[in-house]
């Protein structure tokens, strides 16, 4: 279950829903300063009139007359006599299924002292037994229709609101009355046994127990000046483990019958559904749920203000990476009503931050500068509260220096302001932003209407119409001066309620709070700021770069997959397939057969050096920034990398920016750019994770355990060290990457999005058939990765601050398998995750959270690996790993539910009917056919799904769970 600490991480939300649209909606928004609304009731008063005595329909949400605005009519709100909320939403972005949630106004903060961890308990619970679904009744019945737990189905508990998920289900008769009926029992019948609270306590324990790091031990020293002594420092979501050993069952169902009521609850359905159906669903189900009598009022907590800067210092073993952030408290708007205005000031505070993050980013990527990162942000703190935060990643030893320039940029925006190039930058970003937004609504995804929902319901922010909301964007934006924007930043910065936190360094020379508070002033007192200076730098990519275009010479149709193949005149493959399913998306692969097999072991860190050292060098002629600006509103990305076998461009874009795309993809085959500057900067970004590293104790067991397994110094094994960050070289680099892609012939490209090929065609013609090829082409080699001995078995003592016991299991069996057996090898580590969840999980409260992954790999040599690991009450250890082989000894003597194997086929071929409306997966679908002549079709995959037995599970356990190769790694707290 995922379990949301907001704390520190809380305040650094940005906030990313202002975007703006060049189409004109006349129809829906005329003026946004004198208009009166004029809100389309018509369909809604059709239906109100078939609606019970005492139901209110809320379809619109009304704003002040000076607006005129229109909801998003596609959601559909209403409130029941007994005052539960419900909305609904017809989309089949994912066909024949819908989606179901369950939002509580309730979280940690309405907890008394004794109740510590009661809202969290009480989220767990909701899985453990209702009226109409005992036991794990309804966990089976979904994961048999292919639902899978923790995926599909899942909730978190916040301070202030508890949040139920249950997504795709399919919309079978029978399923969507399930839905509708859990939805139900979790609103008003939870059994809540004693049985299952005490099983689940165990569970709970190892929850707390796995989100033990310097994070969270940083948190408990820094929550109580965050959050001003308030309620929310001593309402920690998971709660005081004294509580959760210790409470009476009769203390949670006393907690749930107080607050789980339905004048705190939500209900909201979302997918391929007709909505007047479910509506008169909800209807005749939810209204006989009696309201509350005489119901505890739901509070609300403010935070005091203070006047004074509040400071901490926190400092934990394990952190060799300092922050400091500076965090300033805001109330946040009133009502509702005052949507309008809020909205256009999160507009001119986006553009303002948009513009000094890329100040700040342009700082970060000088090897001189004194900070890793550094980064502005304005978003949800609290309740009734936002924030303006801003933090900074100094370097060794240079706080001072790194919170001072954050404090400088921030004070040159507030007293010279933005270029007009600055500003026109952050304008097309937030247009093409909402753009493709607009090009996507249809497309929407359940998660991203369940957002809208949730505001609506528990914020009371009005679900306004994309459309309109990108038409005041663009108004608002279109006055964004420098004048307005320094307004904006100036009435952001206040002189109370400023909080900073210092995550420091042990040992270091750590940020004091009589500095923060010169640094500060000083910064305020300057009158000295230097105006920027807009350098005037290239419009497109390609200035100065001839192209010579080469032709299509040939295309051939591949009917089982439905793609064309272009041949251009240079020899080079481009694989197509035209797929709308996701609009204004494309997806592009370039492959070549060799990757790091073909790179010395010497030279092996150098290769890989190169995926991070390509992102913050630029393109061409042009550092990154350059790059970022010249690019400036359009969605289009690149990246290199390696595999065993293999290297890779890989890149994405909207139909409309693909020829950028193309561009950048030309760029990396003729024009790379791998600068020294940029290199002595990820120099000093890898020293400072390696300092990190080498405190983390997590890294240090995963390079021990890499150590064990293949020896000290491993070429290819080797972990983040001081000696590999010394033995790169930049020169060795350009190398290796002139080496591995110097001939574009070498490569097939692969290309799936809806752009129609009489566009594509002349693009490819000039960016790919322009590209200088040769008629080499390479193979990969077989590379030993030999481990010491065969059969590892090490029981390691840890100073874990943390105090939990882990445990990590890996088996090897060289094997070359077909593709049916393929799938049975898939199907095994699912099925031991589904066991071992029961076994250690449920039934012994050992672990939270055990995962077996099975995987084949035909290449370099063909072979299954299997993994199995849990992090677990050290207490417990030796018998959890009893527990592990006795369920794989289950496995191999045939003892294995056909429950289990019924799940895992239909939530196999749930996701991959699911996946089909996705680019990638046909792209990769592509790529097998043309690397590995391989193709099956829909039809068939279902059917050797199908056809998977527990014979076939048992004959292929006996194999894999007899490794050519066993590694078994049992770590202890000293």
Known sequence: MNQTILFLVSILILFSACDSTKRMVKDEVESTETQSPQIDTSKDENVQQNLPEGFQRIPFERPKPRLKLRSDTTIIKGVLPNGLTYYLHSTDVTEKTASYYLIQNVGSIVENEEQQGLAHFLEHMAFNGTKNFPGKNFLNKMEKSGLVFGRDINAHTNFDETIYYINNVPTTTELTQDGLQILYDWCNGMLLSDEEIDAERGVILEEWRSTRSSATRLVDQTKNVLYNQSKYAQRLPLGQMDVVKNFEPEALREFYNQWYRTDLQAIAIIGDIDVKTMEQKVIAMFSDIPAADDPMERPLIALEDREELAYVLATDEEMAVPEISLTIKHGMPSSSNDFFVAFQEQIYIEIALMILNERLNDKAKNPDASFLFSQAGYGFFTRKHNALS??????????????????????????????YAEIERARTKLKTRYQNRLDSNKNRPHAALLYIITNNYLLQQPMLSLRVESKIAEITASKATSKYLMQTLRGLFTKDNRIVIVSGIEGENNLTKEQVENIILKAQEESEYEVGKEEIIATSLMDGIELIPGAIINKTSNEKLNYNTFTLSNGINVHYKFFDEQKNRLQFQAISEGGTSLVNDEDFANCKVLESLSKISGIGNFTATDVAKILTGKSAVTSLGFSDTREYISGSSTTLDIEYMLQLVHLHFTKPRFTKESFDLLIQNFKMVEANYAINQEVQMRDTMTTLIYGNNHPVKRGLSAQLIEDLDLEVAKRIYSERFSNPADFELFLVGDIEEEVLMPLLELYIGSLPTTDEKEEWNIKSQDWITDNIEEDLSVPMISGKGAVSMTFEKDIELETKERMVVNAIGKILTLRLTESLRENEGGS?????????????????????????????????????????????????????????????????????????????????????????????????????TSKDIQEMAKLLFNPDRKAQFIFRPE
């Not at 990643?393 to 507030?414: G, S, W, Y």
């Not at 995962?851 to 084949?856: C, P």
């Not at 790993?881 to 191999?892: A, I, R, T």
Request: glycine content about 2%.
């Open 390 to 419: 801003l933090r900074t990643v100094p370097k060794d030893n240079r706080q001072e220096e790194a919170f001072t320039i954050l404090m400088r940029e921030l004070n040159k925006a507030i007293k010279i302001g933005f270029t």
């Open 848 to 948: 939270y959270s055990t995962k077996a992954y099975t995987q084949y790999m035909s290449k370099p040599l063909p072979m299954v690996r299997s993994h199995i690991n849990f992090e677990c009450n050290p207490e417990l250890t030796d018998n959890l790993v009893k527990l592990v082989y006795n369920e794989v000894e289950n496995l191999k003597i045939g003892n294995i539910k056909s429950e289990d194997l019924e799940k895992v086929i239909s939530q196999v071929v749930k996701k991959d009917h699911e996946n089909r409306n996705n680019a990638n997966y046909h792209l990769n679908l592509m790529k097998r056919y043309v690397f590995e002549d391989f193709h099956q079709t829909q039809a068939a995959f279902v059917e050797m799904m199908n056809s998977i």
